[in-house]
């Protein structure tokens, strides 16, 4: 499987207060299986991760908004964390970015654990949806017309939905089986 993965690309929109397992493992999962992945963010330079309840990693940011092209990718990851999902919401070249995976027929696989939903609630791509998320943006799912249940993971079309760190394992997983269709 591993092979017929080399000429896959993934990015992973992020900023400060990603949840730094949420970004971490996803990524290791995908390097491990022969992918290439774009860490994309609002500015150039190093962005750092929240890991339970202080700051924690940096990592750096390969491209820009500005720069990335979503055409480029094979598939999208939003890692969740409370500040990460919050700030890009409010970033209109964030959320077009995200709509893009959405606006062809190619049905690119756009994975977002924890409150990664968010961003698909501002993207207006939730509706009649089935997903979960970190339990306490339910009612946000919800109200934005979702089907939210409580699963590890939730498969629905191209988008791939899991509540937390502890689901991690599972998300990756599907993530990269995702890519292998």
Not at 112 to 121: R, S
Request: net charge negative; aromatic share 8%; glycine share 6%.
């Amino acid at each position: 499987m591993t092979q017929s993965l080399e000429n896959k690309r993934v990015a992973i929109l992020a900023t400060n207060g990603f949840e730094q397992s949420e970004l971490f493992h996803p990524l290791n999962a995908l390097k491990d299986a022969n992918v290439k992945v774009d860490i994309i963010s609002l500015e150039k330079g190093s962005i750092k991760g929240w890991d339970e309840d202080n700051w924690g990693e940096s990592i750096e940011v390969d491209l820009t908004l500005q720069e990335a092209k979503s055409e480029e990718y094979d598939a999208l990851v939003l890692p969740g964390g409370l500040f990460n999902p919050d700030t890009l919401r409010t970033s209109d070249a964030a959320i077009a970015f995200i709509k893009d995976f959405f606006a062809d027929e190619k049905q690119r696989p756009v994975a977002a654990v924890c409150h990664g939903p968010w961003l698909l609630i501002e993207a207006g791509i939730v509706k009649g949806r089935n997903l979960t998320s970190y339990p306490s943006i339910q009612t946000d799912l919800r109200n934005a017309g979702a089907n939210w249940q409580d699963v590890q993971v939730l498969i629905d079309g191209q988008l791939i939905t899991s509540r937390n760190p502890d689901d991690l394992p599972a998300f990756s997983e599907q993530i990269i089986k995702a890519l292998s269709q």
